[in-house]
C-alpha cells in the first residue's frame, strides 16, 4: 500500500509538478516518534503550484482512503506557490503488520 501512495505522489510530480521541469527538486524526509512516522515529500523548482480547484479525483481518494484505512493515518497537502509539501502520517503499529 505505501509502495502504491509514493507511486502516486510520484506519477504526480512527473505529469504536474516539479519532477515535469528541468531545474525541479524533490525531497523525501522522515521522523519517527513512539506512535507515529512523518514522511514529508516536499517538491520544489517545478511549474507554479495552484491548489487544486475540482473536487478531488481518484488518485486523490485513494491515497486518503490508503493512509486512513491501512495506517491509521493521514495525508495533508500545502499548495505553496513555490511547490507542494505533501504529509504523509501513519501510525507506527500499523506499518509493522
Do not use: C
Not at 42 to 57: D, F
Not at 72 to 85: K, L
Amino acid at each position: 500500500t505505501l509502495a502504491l501512495v509514493i507511486h502516486e505522489l510520484a506519477t504526480n510530480s512527473l505529469k504536474y509538478g516539479a519532477l515535469s521541469a528541468e531545474t525541479g527538486t524533490l525531497d523525501v524526509s522522515g521522523t519517527t516518534d513512539d506512535s507515529q512516522i512523518n514522511i514529508v515529500w516536499t517538491e520544489r523548482g517545478g511549474p507554479t503550484v495552484e491548489a487544486p480547484s475540482r473536487p478531488p479525483g481518484y488518485g486523490t481518494k485513494m491515497l486518503a482512503r490508503s493512509l486512513s484505512g491501512q495506517f491509521g493515518g493521514s495525508i495533508t497537502y500545502d499548495w505553496s506557490a513555490e511547490g507542494v509539501i505533501v504529509v504523509l502520517t501513519i501510525k507506527s503499529e500499523k506499518l509493522a503488520d
